[in-house]
């Protein structure tokens, strides 16, 4: 098996489990995180026995060990991270939401094609063990015919304005953090593009954002999708699949770990598939040091086509509340 050495940028909340999850596949090596946030990536480094910091992300992306970079900055600067990755020659793994809109998307897709690098989103949800076993049953027709989707991911949260989630210069709002799990759910379950939606936004009066959203999806004339998110108000975070023989709730369904299932003729069964804490994203970077090491440019999982279509998607959910993100 070949070994990677992985770089962060972007030494916040989330890529301390990137970290932990990493270690926990005992294949590739966290060689060097950047952070422009003075004294962060010491820390880092000092807290996850990672050999370099850097000061700079220009730094990191000159250092000769670092093969694919993780990239968790806020939104607003994935594209710039991912397009100096690109351009400084590493495959990159960049968190949700991949830019934030379609249009970054797409130039950044044509960048990777020019340089032949490795990209994909961070959508960690389609890779856990639980999910892959949801998709077989509903496959198999376990549950009959499924034609419903109910998901939310609510927080209830009271943060304050500047956070990454509230605040519209870190492209905040509960559509493009939160939102895009619900929604990602309703691909991961129809495996198909919308034929329609509509979608409710209550801004958040404080700084312009969508503070809880709700979008019903279409698929084709009978399949639903009926999907919340919400920073400040709190909400069971299950997926219920529902077909004609029965349902299968998943609790907390994007970090899923069981599938709880409810046959109409038979007595409820739950299906357990546990992993350690914040391990959660050890699937996801299993998967893209696979794909690099056989050479491919995209995750047949989740590839840059799928990254565009659910960006389109939100574009378009989001243009009737005229949510603009600055430099839009
Ligand atoms: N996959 C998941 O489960 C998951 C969970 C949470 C978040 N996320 C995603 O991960 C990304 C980061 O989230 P997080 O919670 O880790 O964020 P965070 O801790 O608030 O910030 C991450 C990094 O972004 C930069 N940053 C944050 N606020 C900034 C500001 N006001 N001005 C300039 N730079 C700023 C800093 O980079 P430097 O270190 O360079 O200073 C910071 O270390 C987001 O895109 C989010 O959607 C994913």
């Given amino acids: 098996m070949q070994e990677f050495g992985w770089g962060v940028i972007g030494c916040g909340e989330i890529a ?32 996850h026995t990672i ?11 000159a250092d000769p060990e670092v093969d694919i970079v993780y990239i968790s900055t806020t939104h607003n600067f994935h594209f710039e991270c ?27 897709a044509a960048l990777a094609k020019e340089k032949n690098l490795f990209v994909m989103e ?14 077989e049953l509903i496959a198999s027709g376990e549950i009959g015919t499924v034609e419903t989707l109910y998901t939310n991911f609510c927080l209830g949260f009271d943060l304050p304005p500047e956070h990454r989630m509230r605040n ?39 700084t312009g954002v969508d503070e809880h959203s709700h979008y019903v999806l279409e698929f084709g004339d009978r399949k639903k999708a009926l999907l919340s998110s919400s920073y400040s ?3 069971p975070k ?19 770990q069981e599938l709880h299932i409810h046959k109409t003729d038979a007595e409820p069964e739950v299906l357990r598939f546990p992993y350690g804490e914040s391990e959660n994203f050890k699937y996801e970077i299993a998967h893209v040091m696979d794909c690099v090491e056989a050479g491919l440019r995209e995750s047949n999982v989740m590839p840059l086509s799928k990254t565009l279509e659910i960006m389109e998607l939100m574009d378009a959910i989001r243009k009737p509340w ?3 993100y600055p430099g839009e």
């Fill in 16 to 47: 301390n489990v990137f970290a932990v999850s990493l270690k926990s596949l005992n294949r590739g090596r966290l060689v060097a995180g950047a952070s422009r946030t003075p004294g962060k990536a010491e820390a880092f480094a000092k807290r």
């Fill in 51 to 61: 050999p370099r910091s850097y000061s700079d992300y220009d730094a990191l992306l």
């Fill in 82 to 108: 991912v397009k100096q990755c690109l351009e400084g020659g590493k495959h990159v793994l960049c968190e949700k939401p991949f830019t934030i809109n379609a249009e970054q998307t797409r130039r950044l």
């Fill in 122 to 135: 961070a959508l960690w949800t389609r890779f856990l063990p639980a999910i892959l076993k949801l998709q």
């Fill in 168 to 206: 519209i210069d870190l492209a905040g709002g509960a559509l493009l953090d939160l939102g895009i799990y619900p929604i990602s759910m309703a691909d991961i379950i129809f495996g198909e593009k919308p034929s329609r939606f509509s979608s409710f936004a209550t801004m958040d009066r404080e």
């Fill in 233 to 235: 108000q709190a909400a």
């Fill in 238 to 256: 299950d997926a219920i699949v529902s077909g004609t023989k029965g349902y299968i709730r998943v609790p907390d369904f994007l970090a899923a």
């Fill in 322 to 324: 005229k949510l603009v």
